[in-house]
């Protein structure tokens, strides 16, 4: 069963509440009104219970609608509410909406046959405005969440444009690279960290190329071994993860770089641009398993070997 609107009317004329209840009862049974007629039973009510819409008369015996309607917003009672103006008096609606008033009828026969599409509008504008409310908040809180953890990350996290231009760069980009973020924003990426010797810059810039047109397709590359040139002009080896960069609509804006402390941990020999890298290290396991086994046999050969014998002495027979 569908929940019925509560609607809260404070108003002083009791003839345009009762058109007010003839113009529901004829759009149908979900509405229930309660009805008062001064300012403090209207805030007693808003206490006591919950209310969909309230109607407010600007006019009260007890004071002013607009006065009663800042008190209410200074007690913390947020309600989506429809202001009653005298016919005509457009420079009271206007002031009645920059307090926060939803929407503003007149008090006419044709505004009350109206006000059952009034409350409609009002209710759900009213919870867009709640979820747009809402949602900013949590957008906001992951936004700054997310900041908080890759800005204060001990690895190198930097993102760049699909031209190459640098669009962030953190905290541990800066203490891994030597440049602060002020001095590489905008700027291109290989201009900055790419070696300086043609071959080995043309060599990294082959790698990148191809790890792009990966990450191109949506795919997130892992453990890729490429050399960087620190602003002191040293050279590092570093092994990177390269995700996506998507906007809003899914397309791919950009990609990101994640970078571990060069040596903090064992770097895989993994992907197909380090072919030598990994030929080496088989070579240097083979010289280590030959040496290991040499050892071996030597150890071997001075176990087994016969321990000398002590020298016996003879004693002379004297011969009488």
Request: net charge positive.
């Amino acid at each position: 069963m569908e929940r019925k609107i509560r609607i809260l009317v404070a108003e002083a004329d009791p003839a345009f509440v009762k058109m007010i209840e003839d113009s529901l009862k004829e759009s149908g049974s979900g509405y229930d009104l309660e009805e008062v007629s001064a300012g403090r039973d209207c805030l007693e009510k808003l206490r006591e219970q919950k209310f969909d819409i309230l109607l407010l008369d600007h006019d009260l015996p007890d004071g002013k609608g607009l006065d009663w309607l800042r008190r209410f917003s200074g007690e913390g009672i947020g309600i989506p509410t429809i202001f009653i103006t005298a016919k005509g008096d457009s420079r009271l609606a206007i002031e009645a909406m920059k307090e926060g008033v939803f929407d503003y009828i007149n008090r006419s026969a044709e505004c009350a046959k109206a006000f059952p599409f009034v409350v409609h509008r009002a209710v759900e504008g009213h919870s867009l405005m709640v979820e747009k409310v809402r949602l900013q908040k949590e957008l906001i809180e992951t936004k700054n969440f997310l900041e908080t953890v890759i800005e204060k990350a001990g690895d190198a996290i930097s993102v760049i444009d699909l031209e190459g231009k640098i669009l962030y760069w953190n905290e541990g980009a800066e203490r891994i690279y030597g440049y602060r973020r002020e001095e590489v924003l905008g700027k291109a990426l290989p201009d900055l960290l790419y070696p300086r010797d043609p071959k080995a810059r043309k060599a990294e810039e082959e790698i990148l190329a191809r790890v792009m047109a990966r990450v191109k397709t949506g795919e997130v590359v892992s453990n890729v071994e490429i050399k960087r040139l620190t602003k002191d002009g040293r050279e590092i080896m570093t092994t990177m993860t390269t995700s996506p960069l998507k906007d809003a609509e899914g397309r791919i804006i950009g990609m990101s770089f994640a970078t571990p402390w060069p040596g903090s941990r064992s770097t895989p020999r993994s992907w197909p641009g380090r072919r030598t890298s990994r030929r080496r290290t088989a070579g240097s396991w083979r010289a280590r398993r030959r040496g290991w086994r040499r050892s071996r046999r030597s150890w071997r050969t001075c176990s087994i070997s016969p321990a000398p014998r002590p020298l016996i002495s003879r004693k002379r027979t004297s011969t009488k």
